[in-house]
């Protein structure tokens, strides 16, 4: 556009995107999705798909999964949500978000198409079914061989199961976004089985047995092959290591030995075994069926990161960013920090979503924080600083709870508070609750991104 900068454009058009239903306002069904895709000419049924599920550990697999599939020499692309900084880290290529500039043209090659689509349908598309079909749009333009593609809630309705995936992942699974979701575990697994397609791979991570009952069962109905971790394929062995962890795995094809990789806690041991065996299950289906080089396995492994995810986005004191949201996601992230830190003192930062089990969130960082300070993040979903702060005293006690309204302030808290009564260089601070917690962390100690 004459007179706009590349720059601007791309702030014209996020905005608009984000002008519509947001992710939060579920409408489970995929007729908008597929009447704009058939339009565009199907562009998702140009690559081959790998389709992520779970409650916990769904990015940081499509991570490694992504990782793993560029060292053998394919060129992919991934689709991963929320976002932390930039909502381009959302449709990456090649390892890459996509540009501001390629971010603008694949909504400009489209626009004409929403239109029409909107048109079409009792209500107009959302936010994420648009970003959606962007991904895919982006991933046939490319083009690329697979698409790495994470599911944004549940599965079976979610805006991305129109693809067919040759490999389905589902990820360890509980209890979360019961507003939109069932309420039990059974339920759970009900919706998230279905990125499960005839004839497809099945890779389960460690499940509930209510869970992992429904998964076999869907599975078989459709008749997909089953891969579960802790029987045909799981961690062997596991120590830490500096800056994360030593590993051994138990493949689909083959052991592998002597892993580095450089995330914390068992959660991502277990991440990591379930993004090897999905590339070994998607190799099998192709030319590849000897499995993979275990060179390059460890290659791939030592060269991930996950932001946002047990992230060390400051020094002196250690300032930790993670996404935990849920009341196991906040497990995991309590015994990660447990074993891979040893702080004399640590304090939290703590901003979590109205709509969440706060008291499940709050319980396993009791024993692992001296203090906490809790706050607000900048999604208007976010529980008040004082209710949540009523919430933990409950939990920790007065004496151990302080309020501070802004999170810039609640981390400059922290770290006085972690200052005070720790020893120099064993002194840290844990800021967590929320993806989007973690996101306006990393924007507040690094930058936004763009």
Request: glycine share 10%.
């Amino acid at each position: 556009m004459s007179g706009v900068s590349a720059e601007q454009r791309y702030a014209e058009v996020t905005a608009e995107i984000l002008s519509r239903a947001p992710e939060s306002d579920i409408d489970p069904r995929l007729d908008r999705v597929r009447t704009l895709l058939d339009l565009l000419g199907d562009p998702h049924r140009n690559f081959r798909v790998i389709h992520v599920t779970g409650t916990n550990g769904k990015t940081s697999t499509a991570r490694m999964i992504d990782a793993l599939m560029r060292a053998r020499g394919l060129r992919v692309g991934r689709y991963t949500s929320p976002h932390l900084r930039t909502v381009r880290e959302r449709i990456v290529v090649d390892g890459e978000p996509v540009s501001q500039e390629r971010f603008v043209e694949t909504y400009d090659d489209i626009r004409p198409y929403i239109d029409m689509a909107d048109e079409m349908n009792d209500a107009p598309l959302s936010f994420f079914e648009i970003l959606t079909v962007m991904a895919y749009a982006a991933f046939a333009d490319s083009p690329v061989d697979v698409a790495v593609v994470e599911v944004g809630m549940g599965g079976r309705w979610d805006a991305t199961n129109v693809v067919d995936g040759d490999v389905a992942v589902v990820t360890p699974i509980g209890i979360d976004h019961t507003d939109y979701l069932p309420d039990t575990l059974h339920g759970i697994a009900e919706e998230k089985s279905g990125i499960i397609k005839p004839g497809s791979v099945a890779v389960l991570a460690q499940q509930p047995v209510s869970a992992a009952e429904v998964l076999l069962r869907n599975a078989a109905e459709v008749g997909a092959q089953v891969a579960r971790e802790g029987l045909e394929f799981g961690v062997t062995s596991r120590e830490v290591a500096v800056g994360g962890q030593q590993l051994a795995l138990k493949g689909l094809t083959r052991d592998y030995e002597d892993l580095f990789l450089p995330l914390f806690g068992a959660h991502q041991a277990g991440n990591a075994a379930v993004a090897v065996a999905a590339v070994e299950a998607f190799a099998s289906a192709g030319e590849d069926a000897e499995g993979l080089d275990p060179a390059m396995v460890a290659e791939a492994l030592a060269g991930v990161d996950s932001p946002g995810r047990m992230e060390v986005v400051r020094t002196s004191p250690t300032v930790i960013a993670d996404a935990a949201h849920n009341p196991a996601g906040m497990t995991a992230t309590a015994a990660a920090v447990g074993e891979a830190f040893s702080f004399s003192r640590l304090v939290g930062v703590v901003a979590i979503m109205a709509d969440k089990d706060v008291e499940g969130i709050l319980d396993p960082l009791e024993p692992l924080l001296d203090e906490i300070v809790v706050t607000r993040n900048s999604s208007p979903r976010s529980l008040g600083p004082e209710q949540l702060g009523d919430l933990a005293r409950q939990v920790f006690g007065d004496d151990r709870v302080h309020v501070v309204p802004r999170l810039d302030d609640a981390i400059d808290r922290a770290v006085g508070l972690a200052e005070e009564g720790g020893e120099l260089g064993g002194t840290g601070v844990l800021v967590t609750g929320s993806v989007v917690t973690a996101g306006d962390t990393v924007h507040l100690l690094r930058g936004s991104g763009e």
